[in-house]
């Protein structure tokens, strides 16, 4: 597990939704088509956020956008963390 940090796109800028969100996650897995985040949010489906993934042989982290494809509340537990499928669009 990784942090990650995050914010929604500017497409979802706080004036159209209301909305301001930056934060951190844990990465619990990554691969070429998206990653699974763990996050103390709840994300509405089809929500696009920068995420910025840490480079595993570098101290860099990559910038990208990835949309919530699916999201799950953490099983027996009442803090508010879910578990979130994101989808890389670039």
């Known amino acids: ?3 990650v940090s995050y914010e929604l796109s500017a497409a ?3 004036a159209e939704t209301g909305r301001s ?3 951190t996650g844990l990465s619990l897995n990554v691969s070429n088509g998206g ?3 763990l ?3 709840v994300p509405a489906i089809q929500d696009v956020l920068r995420v910025h993934i840490p ?3 570098t101290l860099a982290k ?3 956008l990835a949309e919530v494809c699916w999201k799950r509340p953490l099983p027996l537990s009442s803090n ?3 578990f979130v499928g994101l989808r890389f669009v670039l």
Do not use: N
């Open 1 to 3: 597990m990784r942090p």
């Open 12 to 14: 979802l800028s706080e």
């Open 21 to 23: 969100l930056t934060g």
């Open 35 to 37: 990653m699974c985040l």
């Open 39 to 41: 996050v103390d949010w």
């Open 55 to 57: 480079m595993p042989s």
């Open 62 to 64: 990559m910038p990208t």
């Open 80 to 82: 508010g963390l879910h």
